[in-house]
């Protein structure tokens, strides 16, 4: 069985490094390698910088799917990337092509190893009596019924909360307790190696502080700029870090400094929640861990590849 790797690891944890690392490697022993983006994000085309999008001078010439492939002003869904990944990966497996899967949602990732998580549908009646809702109300209902769930999505997050009111009306049970049993669960894809990105919280940060300064240098205030002025900017696309908060610049509802202070909070609490995450993940069986800080991405990639190759000759 030929065994495939599934990066994660916080944001600004050097993941895309990693995947591109490991590419190279795998290229030097004779086998091909092409990497899987499974990003919310670096889906849409111009959305470049504050995505951390890789240039084309960062890939290196390795083949990279599922990026820039749709407009901002359009709505993409976890369905919607399955749909395209997993026959993709199905075919570049029967070429004797490793696909590396690269994480930035955490939900695609598993989704993709474990299934999607489905929660019953609301009634006509449940869905009409919470779209009728202010949202405050919506927020204090959430936050009695389901505080995990309320402490994970933002206030402002009008689409989520409205979900999370509406699966605990229709089943009495509340979707964070859903979707913690949903995230125990390991599924159908052995052939998967979860390689996990290890960091302290304090180096983390260092490096989401440093990612917006870098970003904001590269152009993102003219990137984000560019593409609200144009009107290019779907709902779903403008809940991007780094969009959202220059967009409220922009808007002249605070200066530019705030709007970038805020772009770095957000960064850091999105790292954060990240590692809550992968804390869950670290018990998969087969899963590789690796720390992190103060390493390159070349000696990363080796320690990856010979964890796996050791697992595969275990199990041989």
């Known amino acids: 069985m030929q065994r495939y790797p599934v990066i994660v690891g916080p944001t600004a944890g050097g993941k895309t ?8 490697l795998y290229h030097a022993e004779g086998q091909p390698a092409e990497i899987v983006t499974a990003d919310a994000f670096q889906i849409y ?17 390795i083949p990279h799917h599922l990026i820039d492939i749709v407009d901002p002003i359009e709505r993409f869904t976890v369905h919607d990337w399955l749909t ?42 449940i869905r009409g009596r919470v779209r009728e809702m202010a ?40 979707i964070s ?24 919280a ?6 989401a502080n440093r990612r917006v300064k870098i970003m904001v240098e590269q152009g993102l205030v003219d990137e984000v700029r560019g593409l609200w002025e144009g009107c ?47 804390r869950r993940l670290r018990p998969r069986s087969g899963s590789v861990w690796i720390k992190a800080d103060m390493r390159d991405a070349g000696d990363l990639a080796r320690e990856a590849l010979n964890h796996m190759q050791d697992g595969l000759s275990d199990e041989n």
């Open 202 to 207: 304090d180096a983390i940060k260092s490096r």
């Open 232 to 278: 290019l900017l779907g709902d779903q696309a403008v809940q991007a870090i780094g969009y959202k908060q220059l967009i409220a610049h922009f808007e002249r509802r605070c200066s530019l400094d705030d709007a970038i202070e805020r772009v770095k909070i957000e960064t850091r609490r999105l790292a954060k929640n990240q590692r809550t995450w992968l």
């Open 45 to 61: 085309r111009g959305m470049d910088i504050g995505t951390a999008k890789p240039t084309p001078e960062e890939q290196g010439g």
């Open 84 to 125: 395209l990944a997993e026959p993709m990966i199905t075919a570049m497996r029967a070429r004797e092509i490793v696909p590396i899967v690269v994480g930035g949602t955490n939900l695609y990732i598993k989704s993709f190893l474990d299934g999607m998580f489905s929660a019953p549908e609301p009634t006509p009646e």
């Open 135 to 174: 949202q405050d109300d919506r927020r204090r209902l959430l936050e009695e019924a389901d505080p995990k769930a309320c402490e994970r999505i933002h206030p402002s997050d009008q689409r989520r909360t409205a979900r999370a009111l509406e699966v605990y009306l229709q089943t009495g049970t509340p």
């Open 177 to 200: 307790e859903l979707q913690r049993q949903w995230e125990a669960e390991q599924t159908h894809r052995p052939e998967a190696v979860l390689v996990g990105l290890d960091w302290d």
């Open 17 to 24: 490094s990693l995947a591109i690392a490991l590419a190279r």
